[in-house]
Antibody
Framework: QVHLQESGPGLVKPSETLSLTCTVSGASISPYYWSWFRQPPGKGLEWIGFVYYGGSTTYNPSLKSRVTISVDMSKNQFSLKLSSVTAADTAVYYC?????????????WGQGTLVTVSS | DIQMTQSPSSLSASIGDRVTITCQASRDITNYLNWYQHKPGKAPKLLIYDASNLKTGVPSRFSGSGSGTDFTFTISSLQPEDIATYYCQQSDNVPFTFGQGTKLEIK
């Protein structure tokens, strides 16, 4: 069974970079796409982007200028960096595996980690 | 972006009831529609993919239908463990987008 676990700081200062890692167990990073999502308090789910095991990426245009998603096959991990954060980036962040013909179905998820942006 | 309109936003039902949630896309997404169950503090779970396909291991009381812009998710007989928030999500085009969710409660 695939298990995903998010990790990283729970508190980030405004204007700094949010960095999270997702560790995958029970499955190899290849040959899948791996994705990040977030859910601000009281709001819906937002897709941030995904990375293919080979390293190619696709991002949500609304965040594209600030997002970097990368993969580390040697550690079976993938990561999210979101720069120049503001309070609006406060959210529970989830990682997930993408499957399906367009890699748009998310069949395994982490439990999520709350990241608060505050000074 | 494709907008997903999900209704109702909350629903109160009794054990054994048939529960229906609808999801409407802002444009034709053929059958690229998925349904998720999300319990507080837990990982979301994929239940239905490509509008009507039940993910392996998901109880048969869950089902989905629809195509184009209009989709339906049904629980045929509500069980206590089904209390959760349910989301539709389109996988027709990036950015992938979700409905606002339906919070299901026991009456």
């Amino acid at each position: 069974q695939v298990h995903l676990q998010e990790s990283g700081p729970g508190l980030v200062k405004p204007s700094e970079t949010l960095s999270l890692t997702c560790t995958v167990s029970g499955a190899s990073i290849s040959p899948y796409y791996w994705s990040w999502f977030r859910q601000p308090p009281g709001k819906g789910l937002e897709w941030i982007g995904f990375v293919y095991y080979g390293g190619s990426t696709t991002y949500n245009p609304s965040l594209k200028s600030r997002v970097t998603i990368s993969v580390d096959m040697s550690k079976n991990q993938f990561s999210l960096k979101l720069s120049s954060v503001t309070a609006a980036d406060t959210a529970v962040y989830y990682c997930a595996r993408a499957v399906g013909t367009v890699a748009g179905q998310f069949d395994s998820w982490g439990q999520g980690t709350l990241v608060t942006v505050s000074s | 972006d494709i907008q997903m309109t999900q209704s109702p936003s909350s629903l109160s039902a009794s054990i054994g009831d048939r529960v229906t949630i609808t999801c409407q896309a802002s444009r034709d997404i053929t059958n690229y529609l998925n349904w998720y169950q999300h319990k507080p503090g837990k990982a979301p779970k994929l239940l239905i993919y490509d509008a009507s396909n039940l993910k392996t291991g998901v109880p048969s009381r869950f089902s989905g239908s629809g195509s184009g812009t209009d989709f339906t998710f049904t629980i045929s007989s509500l069980q206590p463990e089904d209390i959760a928030t349910y989301y539709c999500q389109q996988s027709d085009n990036v950015p992938f987008t979700f409905g606002q969710g339906t919070k299901l409660e026991i009456k």
